[in-house]
């Protein structure tokens, strides 16, 4: 787990990406483990912006047109050593369907640390895209018009809900 944590703290802002959440959507693409660090059955990695596209073609290639909100099993592929990453789901949103109303992807892969750190290093080296910040994908969403205050502050209360009570306060 450390490892994850290391290459995570390890990534550099690349100066073509903007880290003024104003103009982030019109600069970069951010990319985080979504499902959390450690082993597990799968992980989902998550990206959005404007590059989505370009990194889905970079990693699984452009042999197949990949419909919006379809799950499909891929090869994912490092960008400069073409070697398989993983076999895993991989999945479209083209904005403004999406969580933040950019176009995003989720890879679905294997939950073992070494698929995640390889699939973060990939991502790191797609031009354009850099790791988001803690909270970076909410904030996106509430400044593109997706979700309110009132939602940020619930989906907040939901992450960090450790009772039952607590859950269901926030869901009902």
Known sequence: ???IYKMAKAFKYSSRCSRNLSNAAADCTIFSLSSGFGKCGVS???VSGPQTRNALQTLVGNRHELKARYAYLRSIY???TKEIID???VLWFPAPASFTGED????QVHGSLAV???LLDALGKVPGLRPATAGEFTKRAFYGGKIDLTEVEGLADLIHAETEAQRKQ???
């Open 1 to 3: 787990m450390n490892r």
């Open 44 to 46: 989902v990695i998550r």
């Open 78 to 80: 490092h960008p400069e």
């Open 87 to 89: 076999k895993g789901l």
């Open 104 to 107: 995003s992807c989720e890879f």
């Open 116 to 118: 995640i750190a390889a």
């Open 170 to 172: 926030v869901v009902e």
